[in-house]
Structures are given as structure tokens and as C-alpha cells.
């Protein structure tokens, strides 16, 4: 049975849905989320785990200078072991047009007093003992951290339910109804819930879910693939961000590793329905890319046609379907890691996957009330870095819900700039 009534519906239970759950239900709001699939099945699961202020784009470093302090206390707050690590986060710089780009962000740490700075190659050492390879230096910044994905986002979720939240696990949303211009109700799998707002933290299919309201949400996907190498002994609690490979030691000191380079991204008909919003920046940044025609364009002209699975549950037909990982990509990082720390035993994978990353054409989010209907309110768009943000995320959108206006300025992140052609270059160093 779910529920008939909540206060505030949840789509989505990665980290944004749970915290922002778990942050409503501090303020003794009944919250209900709703999971088409189980709790962190998605994006939540599968990132590399960095939570990082270091190389943001300046409207979000408030945001995540307040996220890390919600961070460094969040063990204790849930009650839980999320393998937080506070070992700083370091982008190297192999040339020095890269050190240059890199340096060129300091003043915004600066700005918002952000204790960052530039390490030349000699220091590199300090940093990570043993670091092997020739680099011009790197960026360092000393309060950043990282934490396991899964047991963080489970844990927002055990505590937002032992707070009175309530979780609905395979039970995907697939309507919401409004009434003279507000929302009124979903409708899911099993029934529907009356309620007066809405919370679309639907990850990379909330642009799906915005569709049946008639909101133009530009979101696309890119494929990143990760692997989990066997045990080593431990070099360094920094996450590292290298050109060919980024890593982080966990706790039983195995690595989480993605290799540096393009991304992939499968080319379906929504890339070309949204072109005109991402063409500009992917033009500009064409290396970035490498765009692959194959199964998932096929799978998505079958879902233009009319009568498919795709028109008749148009949030729900692709339920199940898993990204292949780029096993050249596994192969590379780990040869990478195994050349950057040369002291390292020989490792093997141990796990590889993928995930499909939901990005906006400013590489920004999307966080607040949309214009209409009232009641329906944005977190997505994380653009491959709202792991780190999932924390403070949940908790503006429980300020917006409860007190009319979140704590810190959240303008910069509404939907309308897609619509009024207010949106800047991706302003993101890394
Ligand atoms: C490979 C990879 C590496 C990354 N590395 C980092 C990193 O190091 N640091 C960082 O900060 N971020 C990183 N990210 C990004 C980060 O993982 C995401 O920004 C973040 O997890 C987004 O959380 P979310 O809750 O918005 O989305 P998700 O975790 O994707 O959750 C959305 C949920 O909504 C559900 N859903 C969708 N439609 C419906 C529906 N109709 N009804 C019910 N449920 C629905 C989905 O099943 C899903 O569980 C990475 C992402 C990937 C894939």
C-alpha cells in the first residue's frame, strides 16, 4: 500500500531525493519518496565518490563551502560510516597551459575565502608519496574530501524513514496533476498521492519528467565508466584528478579509477531534439567528446513509434537498462594509475561499470520552484558533480518548502535561464 496523502513528494532516491527526504522530515515535514528502481541504483551508486569544492563554477562554491560543512559532520548527523576522508582534492596539470587554466580559478577561492593554492612540481610529493610522471604542478585544495557513494546515500535514506519520511522503492512516478496552475497530486504504479508539491530529483530522467508537464528541461547524458581495483597499501587519503586518470584510495584500499579524456556520449534522437541548446559548448569543447551511434539510437527510433513501450510509459520503459562500460577506459586508467604510482603492486579490477551522467548546457544544476505549476520544484541537473552537492541540495529544497526561501542564493540555478539565453560558457575547471 502507499501512501494517500504527503506533504511533499520525492521523485527519485539518489542522494538528492534522500537528503532532501531526510532534510524535510528534520523539520517534521512527511516527506514521500518515490523509486522506480532500488535506493541508489543510479548515479548515486555509481560515481567516483569525490566531493570537491576546488574548480567550480563561482555561483556554486557558497553552495558546496556549506555542503563540506555538512560533509565533515554527516558520519555523526546520520549515524553512520559513509567512509568520509577529508584528504584534500589535487588537479594535476601535466603542461603549463593546464597549470595556467587551473591558476586562473584562484581568485574565485580567493573570493569566497577558499583555502586553495597552486603546488609546483617539487610539491606534488608532499601530497601524494611517490607520485611518478612529469607534471608541471597542481592545485590543491586541503579541506575537500571524498565518501562512499552507496553507504551515504542508504544512510540519508535509513535516517530520512527513522525521522517519519517514508520510501516507495519500485514504484515509478508517471504523472502530476495540477489544478488551476498548481500541483495537486502523482500518479505512480500504484495509485496515486495527493499532495501540494513535488520534488523532481528524477536525476537524468527528470527532463522526461518535466516533458508531461509541458517544461522544457535541457538535460542530456554522457556515459562515464568507472572501475574498483584490487587492494593496495595505502598511498594517500587525497582524491587526485590527472589528465589520464583520476583516483581515490578507499578504506580497504582498493581504488576507485576513471580514465582522463573524452566522454562518451550515445547519440539518440533527444540529442538531436536538444541540440541547439548544447551544440555551442560541445562545438567548442569537440575534444572533450566522442559521440557513439549504436544500440542506444536504435533503441530510441523503436520508441518514436507509435504504440511502443516508450509512448504508452514514456518514464518508465528504459527501467533496467544498464550503460556498458568502456573497457578501453578500464584498461587505460588502470595502466595510468599503475605509471603515476610506480611503488604501487601489480593490481587487477576488480569491478568496472558505468553510469549515465545527467549534464545541463552550462554544466550547472537546476535547483528551485518552477515558474508554473507552483508546487513543482527542480533538483537535478548535477552535471557530474552533485554527489558532493546532494547534502546542501536537500537542504535548500527543505527551506524552500518550509520557509518560502532557501539560505543561500539559489537564483543562478533557475530553469528559465535555458529560456532566456542566460547562460555563460561552462565556467567549471574541472
Ligand atoms: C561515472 C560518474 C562519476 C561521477 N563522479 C562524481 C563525483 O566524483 N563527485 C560528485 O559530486 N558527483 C559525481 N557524479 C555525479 C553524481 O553522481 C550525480 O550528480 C548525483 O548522484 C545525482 O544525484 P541524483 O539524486 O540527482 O540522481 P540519481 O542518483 O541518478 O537518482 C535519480 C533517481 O531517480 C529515479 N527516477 C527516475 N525517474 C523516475 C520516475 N519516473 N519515478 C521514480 N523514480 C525515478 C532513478 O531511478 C534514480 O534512482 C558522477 C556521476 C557518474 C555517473
Given amino acids: 500500500m502507499i501512501a494517500r496523502q504527503a506533504d511533499v513528494v520525492i521523485v527519485g532516491a539518489g542522494i538528492v531525493g534522500c537528503a532532501t527526504a531526510y532534510f524535510l522530515a528534520c523539520r517534521g515535514v512527511r516527506a514521500v519518496v518515490l523509486e522506480r528502481g532500488p535506493v541508489a541504483g543510479?548515479?548515486?551508486?555509481?560515481?567516483?565518490?569525490?566531493?570537491?569544492?576546488?574548480?567550480?563554477?563561482?555561483?556554486?562554491?557558497?553552495?558546496?563551502?556549506?555542503?563540506?560543512?555538512?560533509?565533515?559532520?554527516?558520519?555523526?548527523?546520520?549515524?553512520?560510516?559513509?567512509?568520509?576522508?577529508?584528504?584534500?582534492?589535487?588537479?594535476?596539470?601535466?603542461?603549463?597551459?593546464r597549470l595556467a587554466r587551473l591558476e586562473a580559478w584562484l581568485p574565485v577561492a580567493r573570493q569566497f575565502g577558499l583555502e586553495t593554492r597552486i603546488l609546483k612540481s617539487s610539491q606534488l610529493t608532499d601530497v601524494v608519496p611517490g607520485l611518478g610522471g612529469d607534471w608541471a604542478g597542481g592545485m590543491y585544495t586541503p579541506g575537500d574530501g571524498h565518501a562512499d557513494p552507496q553507504k551515504t546515500t542508504d544512510a540519508f535514506a535509513r535516517?530520512?524513514?527513522?525521522?517519519?519520511?517514508?520510501?516507495?522503492?519500485?514504484?515509478?512516478?508517471?504523472?502530476?496533476?495540477?489544478?488551476?496552475g498548481v500541483v495537486s497530486a502523482v500518479g505512480t504504479e500504484r495509485g496515486e498521492i495527493q499532495t501540494p508539491w513535488v520534488v523532481c530529483a528524477a536525476g537524468a530522467w527528470s527532463w522526461r519528467l518535466a516533458r508531461?508537464?509541458?517544461l522544457a528541461l535541457p538535460q542530456r547524458w554522457v556515459r562515464g565508466t568507472v572501475a574498483r581495483t584490487t587492494p593496495a597499501p595505502p598511498v594517500t587519503p587525497c582524491a587526485v584528478w590527472g589528465p589520464g586518470v583520476a583516483f581515490r584510495q578507499r578504506?580497504?584500499?582498493?581504488f576507485t579509477i576513471a580514465a582522463g579524456g573524452a566522454l562518451d556520449h550515445d547519440v539518440t534522437l533527444d540529442s538531436l531534439r536538444q541540440i541547439r541548446f548544447f551544440l555551442p559548448n560541445a562545438w567548442k569543447n569537440k575534444a572533450m567528446f566522442r559521440f557513439h551511434v549504436g544500440r542506444p539510437l536504435g533503441r530510441?527510433?523503436?520508441?518514436?513509434?507509435?504504440?511502443?513501450?516508450?509512448?504508452r510509459r514514456p518514464l518508465v520503459w528504459d527501467r533496467?537498462?544498464?550503460?556498458?562500460?568502456?573497457?578501453?577506459?578500464?584498461?587505460?586508467?588502470?595502466?595510468?594509475?599503475?605509471?603515476?604510482?610506480?611503488?604501487?603492486?601489480?593490481?587487477?579490477?576488480a569491478e568496472r561499470w558505468a553510469g549515465v551522467i545527467d549534464a545541463t548546457p552550462d554544466i550547472v544544476p537546476v535547483l528551485g520552484e518552477a515558474p508554473s505549476p507552483r508546487g513543482f520544484?527542480?533538483?537535478?541537473?548535477?552535471?557530474?558533480?552533485?554527489?558532493?552537492?546532494?547534502?546542501?541540495a536537500?537542504?535548500?529544497?527543505?527551506?524552500?518548502?518550509?520557509?518560502?526561501?532557501?539560505?543561500?542564493?539559489?537564483?543562478?540555478?533557475?530553469?528559465?535561464?535555458?529560456?532566456?539565453?542566460a547562460i555563460g560558457k561552462p565556467r567549471n575547471v574541472l
Fill in 377 to 392: 520544484v527542480f533538483a537535478t541537473g548535477f552535471s557530474g558533480h552533485g554527489f558532493a552537492m546532494g547534502p546542501i
Fill in 159 to 180: 535516517a530520512a524513514t527513522s525521522r517519519g519520511a517514508t520510501i516507495h522503492l519500485d514504484c515509478a512516478v508517471q504523472s502530476v496533476t495540477t489544478h488551476n
Fill in 300 to 311: 530510441s527510433l523503436v520508441a518514436a513509434l507509435p504504440g511502443s513501450a516508450a509512448r
Fill in 42 to 97: 543510479e548515479q548515486s551508486r555509481k560515481n567516483w565518490g569525490f566531493v570537491r569544492q576546488q574548480g567550480r563554477d563561482p555561483f556554486e562554491v557558497p553552495l558546496m563551502m556549506e555542503a563540506n560543512r555538512i560533509w565533515r559532520g554527516l558520519e555523526r548527523e546520520l549515524g553512520a560510516d559513509i567512509e568520509w576522508v577529508q584528504g584534500g582534492n589535487l588537479a594535476l596539470a601535466a603542461d603549463a597551459s
Fill in 251 to 254: 578504506k580497504d584500499g582498493s
Fill in 394 to 421: 536537500g537542504r535548500l529544497v527543505s527551506e524552500l518548502v518550509v520557509d518560502g526561501k532557501p539560505s543561500l542564493d539559489i537564483s543562478g540555478f533557475r530553469v528559465s535561464r535555458f529560456a532566456e539565453g
Fill in 320 to 349: 533496467g537498462i544498464e550503460p556498458v562500460p568502456n573497457e578501453e577506459k578500464v584498461a587505460r586508467s588502470l595502466a595510468e594509475l599503475q605509471r603515476v604510482l610506480p611503488s604501487l603492486p601489480r593490481l587487477g579490477i
Fill in 212 to 214: 508531461t508537464l509541458g
